[in-house]
């Protein structure tokens, strides 16, 4: 027991020692020390020990040896076994630098596992086989199917699919191949083709050969009388093929892989020349509809006329682009109508005062178109489409319109019986008894319809054996008038025979100055025999 106090003295802790300073400072009596004895070995516990505890270390001792072999044995073989899946790793994504992931399509064509140039090649075998041109019309209709072999033709991706391999991380192969990840790519295939090869393959088909329907351009209709104008005809589409613009369709589709080349569409047709937005087609239908709009009512001699498109079309042609007027048949146009409705020179029938039924001569009265001015007029009139109300350009004129062009208002010279009546609005209102031109030396005034040409105060008269003045002058045949003449003392009877004037109607001086207030120029002048 005392032994055992003096080691569990030794073993308190020095923190406890520090506990009791008043101890620490008085000096104590130095123990003697245990005296230090060495370990003692393996050997000797175990003599020392019973026999049974050294039995159990020796089995201990040799459990530990062979769990210290096993635990180095397992960390070998997962050294092995890391640097073999290393190695693996390594190796796979050294594999996979040069070929694509097992799952990779290009273009929907299988290329695992496939090297660069061996992709390059499948896609090259699949195109040969599985490309084609179909060719068809605008309906849809196929008319020409060229393959590879029509062309010899190749197809090249060389540089996008070396891009395609060389963007691959060969480092992920693991993934793509544990996952079955499925890699789509799609990159342009080109093409390249045998020129020569492709004309001499079209050339055995009918592409060319059959020849179609060639086109029609658009042009300006007939004239419409139910519109009044003209219209543009749209250009028709032919079947006829531009050969040398199909060949460049066909090329260009070739290169560019085109599965299908429709030739309406891509233009290879020949085309219309003129189509209906043409400048100058439109250009012609503006001016060809104005000169139609053309409208002219006429007043020709108390009738009317229309001339509008429905005449006016038919003069018009287009020679060169250029459109033309028809002046001959504008001409007869204006000629049909002057002799429908000029009274100029025409024949009457007259009933005189005495109730005598005549036939008249035309003499140089009524209504006279003048034919070559009016064409003129007419003709600016249809270039600038006119819509107007006109007369007739007239070189005489009548007193009134009509085919009865006299009216009731007139001058009534009987020359059988020498006697003058005066009608105004159908009622006598003077006579008087006239000295007319001189039968027995050819003077004789001639019997007639005639308008007065003017009249004027105070002229002279001249001829080759006379000179006359008179007051009153009022002509209506050249130089044959009435007039006053002052010179002869009687009139009327059978004076004129033998001594009348040289053709013109004398007349008492106060019966021409009453006649003179009456008349104007153009008022009818009926002189006639019976």
Not at 357 to 381: C, F, I, N, S, V
Request: hydrophobic share 35%; charged share 30%; glycine share 8%.
């Amino acid at each position: 027991m005392k032994n055992d106090t003096k080691e569990d003295k030794k073993q308190q802790p020095e923190e406890e020692k520090a506990e009791e300073p008043a101890k620490a400072e008085k000096p104590e009596i130095a123990e003697e020390p245990a005296k230090t004895e060495k370990p003692a070995t393996a050997e000797e516990t175990a003599k020392t020990e019973k026999p049974e505890i050294a039995e159990k270390a020796e089995k201990k001792d040799k459990k530990d040896k062979k769990s210290h072999k096993l635990r180095y044995f397992l960390i070998a073989v997962a050294v092995l076994a890391i640097s073999g899946l290393l190695l693996l790793y390594l190796g796979g994504a050294y594999y996979y630098k040069e070929h694509f992931f097992p799952y990779s399509r290009i273009n929907g064509v299988e290329c695992g596992r496939l090297t660069a140039q061996e992709a390059e090649e499948a896609l090259r075998q699949w195109y040969t086989q599985d490309y084609s041109l179909q060719i068809v019309d605008e309906h849809g209709t196929e008319l020409l199917v060229v393959t590879p072999a029509d062309c010899e033709m190749t197809f090249l991706a060389d540089e996008e699919i070396t891009g395609l391999l060389e963007a691959q991380n060969e480092y992920a192969w693991i993934k793509a191949v544990w996952e079955k990840l499925p890699v789509e790519s799609q990159i342009s295939v080109g093409a390249a083709y045998n020129k020569e090869a492709l004309e001499k393959s079209l050339g055995k088909t009918e592409l060319f050969t059959h020849k179609g329907e060639a086109p029609q351009d658009a042009y300006i209709s007939d004239y419409e009388e139910e519109t009044g104008c003209y219209r543009i005809v749209a250009e028709k589409e032919g079947t006829l093929l531009d050969e040398e613009k199909t060949l460049a369709c066909i090329e260009e589709a070739l290169g560019s892989m085109q599965r299908s080349l429709n030739l309406r569409e891509a233009d290879c047709y020949v085309r219309p020349v003129v189509d209906s937005q043409n400048e100058e087609l439109v250009s012609r239908l503006k001016e060809l509809n104005r000169i139609v709009g053309t409208r002219i009512v006429y007043d020709w001699n108390g009738n009317e006329e229309i001339l509008d498109g429905t005449i006016i079309h038919t003069w018009l042609m287009v020679e060169d682009g250029e459109i033309l007027l028809d002046e001959e048949q504008l001409a007869a146009y204006v000629e049909e109508k002057a002799k429908a409705y000029d009274t100029y020179g025409k024949k009457r029938k007259f009933t005189t005062t005495l109730g005598v039924e005549l036939t008249l001569p035309g003499g140089t009265y009524g209504w006279r178109t003048d034919r070559e001015a009016e064409t003129k007029a007419l003709e600016e009139l249809i270039w600038s489409g006119a819509v107007t109300e006109r007369e007739p350009e007239y070189r005489n004129r009548g007193w009134i319109k009509g085919a009865d062009d006299i009216g009731n208002s007139y001058v009534e010279i009987d020359l059988t019986d020498q006697h003058l009546y005066l009608y105004q609005d159908g009622e006598i209102v003077l006579e008087s008894d006239f000295v007319s031109g001189n039968v027995s030396n050819g003077n004789t005034t001639p019997a007639g319809i005639f308008g007065l040409s003017y009249k004027t105060k105070d002229a002279v008269l001249r001829g080759e054996t006379y000179e006359s003045h008179v007051h009153y002058w009022m002509p209506f045949n050249g130089n044959i008038g009435m007039h006053d003449a002052t010179w002869r003392k009687t009139f009327g009877g059978d004076i004129y025979l033998t001594n009348g004037s040289h053709g013109c109607v004398n007349l008492p001086l106060s019966q021409a100055k009453a006649i003179y207030g009456y008349v104007s120029e153009g008022f009818p002048i009926i002189c006639y025999y019976y």
